[in-house]
Nanobody, 115 residues
């Protein structure tokens, strides 16, 4: 069992930046599934980004070029750097990991982009 704790959310103006952190209770280095999801009010949860054990990254088209997913294996932590934020990025952001699929989820952290 792995516990995940997200942090770093908050209120930011359009064009601003935030870095989300996802601290795991154990090593996630070998997990095949590591990623971030988000859920906006009234919408279904959607995938945002993923990272492989080799460091390859994949992004949803709407965040490509603005968001960066990364991991610090020594700290058992995954990050989501979010730049050039837009109001449509407003959502609760969740990190998720698992040996083969997304078995473990964090509690979510609220990101609000508004002037």
């Amino acid at each position: 069992q792995v516990q995940l704790v997200e942090s770093g959310g908050g209120l930011v103006q359009p064009g601003g930046s935030l870095r989300l952190s996802c601290a795991a209770s154990g090593s996630i280095f070998t997990f095949k599934a590591k990623g971030w999801y988000r859920q906006a009010p009234g919408k279904e949860r959607e995938w945002v980004a993923s990272i492989t054990t080799g460091g390859a990254t994949v992004y949803q088209n709407s965040v490509k070029g603005r968001f960066t997913i990364s991991t610090d294996n020594a700290k058992n932590t995954m990050y989501l750097q979010m730049n050039s934020l837009k109001p449509e990025d407003t959502a609760v952001y969740y990190c998720a990991v698992g040996p083969w699929k997304y078995d473990y989820w964090g509690q979510g952290t609220q990101v609000t982009v508004s002037s």
